[in-house]
């Protein structure tokens, strides 16, 4: 058989595929009658539609990729305090960017300065000044002039938001982060935990399964007796004269970033998958790796199955183990398939027309922001033909296949993103 590279291209492709299909159903969810099993399930519903499938996809590749990104730089030659000082740099961009992004949803127009339209773009345009990956040739000083004009651009957009509801009008605060912030406090907890056990499966496996602890007992439903003393709270049993259904998540505020674990949960599946994959490569038993995947991918749909009438469902909104373990498991056996089909096969160019979107991924989720409210800002509406049915989930496909695109002649002209 083969012998599989080190170096894995499948996880390029599979964050190329999670980056086209991630804008595809961003854009699809403004288009009217649409299937519902497209479309992102409701906060009380006991079900997944596809669309609940991409971000923790996206979260999963994260932690696929954080070993590869690491030893890298390792290699390279990067101190311990280097490589700790690149973790925290990487995730308090994603964190800066998560919290701007999050205040969009309860933007005020009628109480700010200026319009939430311009607000968006003003704050996405300061993100590629300071987050732009500038070539090497280009001065020092013209480079930092930049860096420092986006900065403020940020302050200045901070200064003069208004959000919330008028008589209830307030400045920029975080609530859940934002996709940005998600990844970038998953990121963090998931890299910091790779770097203190430098790296040994054994020890990263121990860290999935405690996270994975935590979010199952964050959604487990426990029917709590109240005596008719209510001073004391017993666990139920035979004579329950009341029932009050806790969330164990309240035994875990002390831990508010970590919260349910469930965003960590799938990033620490992606970097236990990547260990074993390397185990497997490092042992020359790549003929191990089909079944040993399989089994896990299996595995964790089977678990996710299981759990479900126990811990509140399947939901994303909700983020519970259900969702966390099927997602795991898709994930899982997609990332198999495209091991055999990219680093097997060497079918790696049969993907080169969303390469950009694996190789400038936070590009081109950012270039949508452009795209969205400049259309806000002229109040420009999409025809009905093309806003409804199927009709306009050809639009949506096409506008992320366009975006995918201008991104990749972007990235031609240096005009990417990298943190």
Same mark, same amino acid.
């Given at each position: 058989?083969?012998?599989?590279?080190?170096?894995?291209?499948?996880?390029? +492709?599979?964050?190329?595929?999670?980056?086209?299909?991630?804008?595809?159903? *961003?854009?699809?969810?403004?288009?009217?009658?649409?299937?519902?099993?497209?479309?992102?399930?409701?906060?009380?519903?006991?079900?997944?539609?596809?669309?609940?499938?991409?971000?923790?996809?996206?979260?999963?590749?994260?932690?696929?990729? /954080?070993?590869?990104?690491?030893? *890298?730089?390792?290699?390279?030659?990067?101190?311990?305090?280097?490589?700790?000082?690149?973790? @925290?740099?990487?995730?308090?961009?994603? @964190?800066?960017?998560?919290?701007?992004? +999050?205040?969009?949803?309860?933007? *005020?127009?009628?109480?700010?300065?200026?319009?939430?339209? %311009?607000?968006?773009?003003? #704050?996405?345009?300061?993100?590629?000044?300071?987050? /732009?990956?500038?070539?090497?040739?280009?001065?020092?000083?013209?480079?930092?002039?930049?860096? #420092?004009?986006?900065?403020?651009?940020?302050?200045?957009?901070? %200064?003069?938001?208004?959000?919330?509801?008028?008589?209830?009008?307030?400045?920029?605060?975080?609530?859940?982060?934002?996709? /940005?912030?998600? &990844?970038?406090?998953?990121?963090?907890?998931?890299?910091?935990?790779?770097?203190?056990?430098?790296?040994?499966?054994?020890?990263?496996? +121990?860290?999935? &399964?405690?996270?994975?602890?935590? *979010?199952?007992?964050?959604?487990?439903?426990?029917?709590?007796?109240?005596?008719?003393?209510?001073?004391? %709270?017993?666990?139920?049993?035979?004579?329950?004269?009341? =029932?009050?259904?806790?969330?164990?998540?309240?035994?875990?505020?002390?831990?508010?970033? &970590?919260?349910?674990?469930?965003?960590?949960?799938?990033?620490?599946?992606?970097?236990?998958?990547?260990?074993?994959?390397?185990?497997?490569?490092?042992?020359?038993?790549?003929?191990?790796?089909?079944?040993?995947?399989?089994? #896990?991918?299996?595995?964790?749909?089977?678990?996710?199955?299981?759990?479900?009438?126990?811990?509140?469902?399947?939901?994303?909104?909700?983020? =519970?183990?259900?969702?966390?373990?099927?997602?795991?498991?898709?994930?899982?056996?997609?990332?198999?398939?495209?091991?055999? %089909?990219?680093?097997?096969?060497?079918?790696?160019?049969?993907?080169?027309?969303?390469?950009?979107?694996?190789?400038?991924?936070?590009?081109?989720?950012?270039?949508?922001?452009?795209?969205?409210?400049?259309?806000?800002?002229?109040?420009?509406?999409?025809?009905? @033909?093309?806003?409804?049915?199927?009709?306009?989930?050809?639009?949506?496909?096409? =506008?992320?296949?366009?975006? &995918?695109?201008?991104?990749?002649?972007?990235?031609?002209?240096?005009?990417?993103?990298?943190?």
């Amino acid at each position: 058989m083969q012998q599989l590279p080190k170096r894995l291209l499948s996880i390029d +492709v599979l964050r190329a595929i999670t980056m086209l299909l991630m804008i595809f159903v *961003n854009d699809a969810s403004g288009v009217r009658h649409i299937p519902e099993w497209i479309d992102h399930a409701k906060g009380f519903e006991d079900r997944m539609g596809f669309a609940d499938t991409i971000f923790p996809a996206f979260l999963f590749i994260v932690g696929l990729s /954080l070993p590869f990104a690491i030893n *890298n730089r390792i290699k390279k030659g990067d101190s311990a305090k280097e490589v700790l000082f690149y973790i @925290l740099i990487r995730s308090a961009a994603l @964190l800066i960017m998560g919290f701007f992004h +999050v205040n969009l949803e309860e933007f *005020n127009s009628s109480a700010a300065l200026i319009s939430k339209a %311009v607000w968006a773009l003003v #704050i996405t345009t300061a993100f590629f000044l300071i987050w /732009l990956d500038y070539p090497e040739t280009m001065a020092k000083g013209k480079k930092y002039a930049l860096q #420092i004009l986006g900065i403020a651009m940020l302050v200045a957009m901070a %200064v003069v938001y208004k959000g919330g509801e008028d008589g209830d009008v307030h400045g920029m605060e975080p609530s859940w982060w934002g996709i /940005l912030g998600l &990844i970038g406090w998953s990121y963090l907890v998931c890299a910091l935990i790779y770097f203190m056990v430098k790296g040994k499966l054994n020890s990263l496996i +121990v860290a999935w &399964i405690v996270l994975a602890a935590i *979010n199952i007992i964050a959604h487990s439903v426990f029917k709590i007796k109240v005596m008719r003393d209510e001073s004391i %709270v017993k666990i139920a049993g035979d004579d329950v004269t009341g =029932t009050f259904i806790g969330n164990a998540i309240i035994f875990l505020k002390p831990l508010w970033i &970590i919260h349910d674990a469930s965003t960590m949960t799938l990033t620490m599946g992606g970097v236990v998958i990547s260990g074993i994959y390397a185990r497997l490569v490092e042992q020359g038993k790549t003929q191990r790796i089909w079944a040993t995947l399989a089994i #896990i991918g299996v595995l964790f749909l089977v678990a996710g199955f299981a759990i479900r009438p126990y811990a509140e469902g399947i939901s994303k909104i909700r983020s =519970t183990p259900a969702w966390v373990f099927i997602c795991s498991g898709i994930t899982t056996l997609a990332f198999l398939i495209l091991i055999y %089909v990219v680093d097997v096969k060497g079918k790696v160019n049969a993907f080169k027309w969303i390469k950009p979107a694996g190789t400038s991924t936070l590009t081109c989720y950012l270039i949508p922001y452009f795209q969205v409210f400049i259309l806000e800002l002229f109040n420009v509406r999409y025809p009905s @033909l093309i806003n409804n049915g199927f009709p306009g989930l050809l639009r949506s496909f096409a =506008t992320a296949f366009l975006i &995918i695109l201008l991104v990749g002649l972007m990235e031609k002209k240096r005009l990417r993103l990298k943190i």
